[in-house]
């Protein structure tokens, strides 16, 4: 059974076969690709692949995708979950996204501690990373901001465009006696 969360504000819920469209609204936008390691989608069948690619990924054990839909509409803003799940090493790799139109509003803030919660006390984590981009400002604003600690620089880590991107490696550790998590 697929996991929904809830917050005050959002839902986080499975990814549908009909979520394609809000998928094609957030990845056809230059500004939502340009730090995510992902071409800019073309076209609502590349979106239906992703729907097919997240269910595949939750099956296997690989990842965990949730939709990102506000209380009270139908249809997704966004997208939030685990990538380089692996149960065994209780470790999995965080990333979101958004609509252009709704940044800045706080929602991914607050999608990003209910996953995070989930992931230490329902999925067992003990480690939960995060690799972006040196220029992608306001994403690294925000891990450092709930905790996450900046572990180093990986060169040349992600294309983007043909063109090769530092990343910055983060993490946050399972929870301590005080606080979401550790450094």
């Not at 992902?38 to 296997?60: G, H, M, P, W």
């Not at 996204?97 to 996953?115: D, F, M, Q, S």
Request: proline fraction near 2%.
């Amino acid at each position: 059974m697929f996991p929904i969360l809830e917050t005050e504000r959002l839902l986080l819920r499975e990814i549908k076969k009909e979520d394609a469209k809000g998928i094609f609204a957030c990845f056809s936008h230059n500004d939502v690709t340009r730090f995510y390691g992902q071409e800019t989608l073309e076209n609502i069948e590349q979106a239906e692949e992703f729907v097919d690619f997240f269910s595949k990924n939750y099956r296997e054990k690989r990842g965990v995708r949730w939709g990102i839909e506000r209380k009270g509409t139908k249809g997704i803003i966004g997208t939030i979950g685990f990538n380089a799940w692996l149960p065994k090493h209780k470790r999995a790799e965080i990333g979101y996204e958004i609509h252009p139109n709704e940044w800045r509003k706080g929602y991914i803030t607050e999608a990003v501690l209910k996953v995070i919660s989930h992931g230490f006390e329902e999925m067992g984590l003990t480690r939960i990373g995060a690799v972006v981009f040196i220029e992608n400002e306001p994403s690294n604003r925000l891990l450092t901001k709930i905790g996450f600690q900046r572990e180093g620089v990986l060169k040349d880590y992600m294309y983007q465009n043909g063109k090769a991107h530092d990343t910055y490696v983060y993490s946050l550790l399972k929870m301590c006696e005080k606080g979401i998590g550790r450094k």
